[in-house]
Protein backbone atom coordinates (compact mmCIF):
# COMPACT_ATOMS: atom_id res chain seq x y z
CA UNK A 1 0.00 0.00 0.00
CA UNK A 2 2.83 2.64 0.98
CA UNK A 3 4.67 1.76 -2.32
CA UNK A 4 1.22 2.72 -4.78
CA UNK A 5 1.20 5.70 -2.24
CA UNK A 6 4.54 6.84 -2.79
CA UNK A 7 4.13 5.81 -6.50
CA UNK A 8 0.64 7.82 -7.25
CA UNK A 9 2.67 11.32 -4.96
CA UNK A 10 5.36 11.16 -7.45
CA UNK A 11 3.19 10.51 -10.42
CA UNK A 12 1.03 13.70 -9.62
CA UNK A 13 4.71 15.81 -9.60
CA UNK A 14 5.17 14.35 -12.80
CA UNK A 15 2.13 16.08 -14.69
CA UNK A 16 3.06 19.61 -13.27
CA UNK A 17 4.32 21.86 -16.39
CA UNK A 18 6.45 23.88 -14.99
CA UNK A 19 8.44 20.92 -12.93
CA UNK A 20 8.45 18.97 -16.90
CA UNK A 21 10.47 22.08 -17.64
CA UNK A 22 13.32 22.24 -15.29
CA UNK A 23 16.95 20.08 -16.00
CA UNK A 24 16.62 16.64 -14.65
CA UNK A 25 19.41 17.26 -12.20
CA UNK A 26 16.76 19.97 -10.42
CA UNK A 27 13.92 18.16 -11.03
CA UNK A 28 15.67 14.62 -9.13
CA UNK A 29 17.11 16.85 -6.40
CA UNK A 30 13.72 18.53 -5.48
CA UNK A 31 11.99 15.39 -5.35
CA UNK A 32 14.75 13.60 -3.48
CA UNK A 33 13.89 16.74 -0.82
CA UNK A 34 10.15 16.40 -1.19
CA UNK A 35 9.12 12.96 -1.23
CA UNK A 36 8.53 12.34 1.87
CA UNK A 37 6.12 15.52 2.12
CA UNK A 38 4.78 14.95 -0.68
CA UNK A 39 3.77 11.12 0.27
CA UNK A 40 2.35 12.90 3.84
CA UNK A 41 0.23 15.01 1.81
CA UNK A 42 -1.04 12.05 -0.47
CA UNK A 43 -2.10 9.77 2.65
CA UNK A 44 -3.69 13.14 3.83
CA UNK A 45 -5.80 13.46 0.57
CA UNK A 46 -6.69 9.75 -0.08
CA UNK A 47 -8.31 10.12 4.12
CA UNK A 48 -6.14 6.60 4.94
CA UNK A 49 -6.30 6.28 8.22
CA UNK A 50 -3.15 5.65 10.54
CA UNK A 51 -3.36 2.09 12.26
CA UNK A 52 -0.74 3.39 14.68
CA UNK A 53 -0.57 -0.31 16.72
CA UNK A 54 -0.53 -2.48 12.98
CA UNK A 55 2.15 -0.24 11.80
CA UNK A 56 4.66 0.00 14.66
CA UNK A 57 4.36 -3.81 15.32
CA UNK A 58 7.75 -5.28 13.77
CA UNK A 59 9.42 -1.97 13.62
CA UNK A 60 9.80 -0.92 17.47
CA UNK A 61 12.64 -1.93 19.35
CA UNK A 62 10.56 -2.46 22.94
CA UNK A 63 10.71 0.92 24.69
CA UNK A 64 14.21 2.28 23.75
CA UNK A 65 14.50 5.89 22.50
CA UNK A 66 14.52 4.45 18.22
CA UNK A 67 10.94 3.12 19.51
CA UNK A 68 10.23 6.37 21.35
CA UNK A 69 11.14 8.42 18.12
CA UNK A 70 9.24 5.89 15.91
CA UNK A 71 5.88 6.59 17.99
CA UNK A 72 6.32 10.25 18.11
CA UNK A 73 6.19 10.46 14.25
CA UNK A 74 3.33 8.26 13.68
CA UNK A 75 1.71 10.45 16.40
CA UNK A 76 2.53 13.59 14.53
CA UNK A 77 1.98 12.01 11.05
CA UNK A 78 -1.73 11.13 12.62
CA UNK A 79 -2.29 14.53 13.85
CA UNK A 80 -0.91 16.12 10.46
CA UNK A 81 -3.63 14.03 8.93
CA UNK A 82 -6.41 14.98 11.54
CA UNK A 83 -5.71 18.25 11.27
CA UNK A 84 -5.91 18.52 7.26
CA UNK A 85 -9.06 15.49 7.34
CA UNK A 86 -10.60 18.73 10.11
CA UNK A 87 -10.11 21.76 7.55
CA UNK A 88 -11.62 19.85 4.83
CA UNK A 89 -8.67 20.36 2.09
CA UNK A 90 -9.80 20.54 -1.40
CA UNK A 91 -8.04 19.61 -4.83
CA UNK A 92 -6.91 22.34 -5.13
CA UNK A 93 -5.43 23.22 -2.08
CA UNK A 94 -3.47 19.96 -1.92
CA UNK A 95 -2.58 20.44 -5.01
CA UNK A 96 -1.05 24.13 -3.60
CA UNK A 97 0.60 22.51 -0.62
CA UNK A 98 2.23 19.76 -2.88
CA UNK A 99 3.81 22.36 -4.92
CA UNK A 100 4.99 24.33 -2.43
CA UNK A 101 6.74 21.38 -0.46
CA UNK A 102 8.49 20.28 -4.27
CA UNK A 103 9.87 24.08 -5.24
CA UNK A 104 11.60 24.38 -2.29
CA UNK A 105 14.36 27.01 -2.54
CA UNK A 106 16.59 25.17 -0.54
CA UNK A 107 16.84 22.06 -2.74
CA UNK A 108 17.64 23.69 -5.76
CA UNK A 109 19.37 27.42 -5.69
CA UNK A 110 17.85 28.96 -8.60
CA UNK A 111 15.43 32.08 -8.88
CA UNK A 112 12.60 29.83 -10.86
CA UNK A 113 12.28 27.76 -8.13
CA UNK A 114 11.95 30.49 -5.58
CA UNK A 115 9.48 32.09 -8.29
CA UNK A 116 7.54 29.30 -8.66
CA UNK A 117 7.67 28.57 -4.32
CA UNK A 118 6.16 32.47 -4.33
CA UNK A 119 3.71 31.67 -6.94
CA UNK A 120 2.33 28.79 -5.73
CA UNK A 121 1.98 30.82 -2.03
CA UNK A 122 0.14 33.18 -3.51
CA UNK A 123 -2.00 31.29 -5.74
CA UNK A 124 -3.09 29.53 -2.29
CA UNK A 125 -3.09 32.24 0.13
CA UNK A 126 -5.78 33.89 -3.06
CA UNK A 127 -7.96 30.41 -3.77
CA UNK A 128 -7.34 29.77 0.38
CA UNK A 129 -7.96 33.16 2.39
CA UNK A 130 -7.73 33.13 5.60
CA UNK A 131 -7.11 29.54 5.85
CA UNK A 132 -4.20 29.60 3.77
CA UNK A 133 -2.25 29.97 6.95
CA UNK A 134 -3.24 27.20 9.03
CA UNK A 135 -2.46 25.22 5.98
CA UNK A 136 1.07 27.05 6.02
CA UNK A 137 1.33 25.85 9.62
CA UNK A 138 -0.13 22.19 9.03
CA UNK A 139 2.50 22.13 6.28
CA UNK A 140 5.65 22.78 9.21
CA UNK A 141 4.23 20.13 10.98
CA UNK A 142 5.19 17.80 7.56
CA UNK A 143 8.59 19.25 6.96
CA UNK A 144 9.74 17.93 10.67
CA UNK A 145 9.00 14.66 10.12
CA UNK A 146 12.07 12.82 9.77
CA UNK A 147 12.62 10.90 7.08
CA UNK A 148 14.17 7.44 8.36
CA UNK A 149 10.81 7.46 10.65
CA UNK A 150 8.47 7.52 7.51
CA UNK A 151 10.77 5.08 5.94
CA UNK A 152 10.49 2.70 8.75
CA UNK A 153 7.43 2.77 9.35
CA UNK A 154 5.97 2.45 6.32
CA UNK A 155 8.68 1.16 4.02
CA UNK A 156 10.10 -1.75 6.97
CA UNK A 157 10.40 -4.63 4.22
CA UNK A 158 11.68 -2.76 1.40
CA UNK A 159 13.63 0.21 2.61
CA UNK A 160 16.71 -1.06 0.73
CA UNK A 161 16.41 -1.97 -2.73
CA UNK A 162 13.22 -2.33 -3.47
CA UNK A 163 12.10 1.00 -2.67
CA UNK A 164 15.57 2.94 -4.35
CA UNK A 165 14.30 0.77 -7.22
CA UNK A 166 10.72 1.93 -7.56
CA UNK A 167 11.33 6.09 -6.79
CA UNK A 168 14.07 5.25 -9.71
CA UNK A 169 11.65 3.75 -12.05
CA UNK A 170 9.21 6.44 -11.14
CA UNK A 171 11.43 9.07 -12.65
CA UNK A 172 12.18 7.21 -15.97
CA UNK A 173 15.63 8.77 -15.61
CA UNK A 174 18.71 7.49 -13.59
CA UNK A 175 18.46 6.94 -9.98
CA UNK A 176 16.41 9.23 -8.01
CA UNK A 177 17.73 8.76 -4.56
CA UNK A 178 21.52 8.10 -3.37
CA UNK A 179 22.78 7.82 0.18
CA UNK A 180 21.57 11.04 1.27
CA UNK A 181 18.00 9.16 1.01
CA UNK A 182 18.44 7.06 3.74
CA UNK A 183 19.71 9.34 6.20
Not at 22 to 45: G, Y
Not at 110 to 115: A, C, L, M, R
Request: glycine share 4%; proline share 3%; aromatic share 6%.
Amino acid sequence: MSQRLLKLAVECVHVIPSFQQLPVDDRDTLLEDSWKDLFILTMAQWSLPVEQDRLLRGVEDGDDANGRALRKSLSSIAAVLSKLSHLRVDHTEYACLKALVLFSPDSVEKHEIDVLQEQTLLMLSEYSGPRASKLLLILLGVSKIGVSSVIRIFFRANVNSSLVELLSLLTQEKLLFTKKFFT
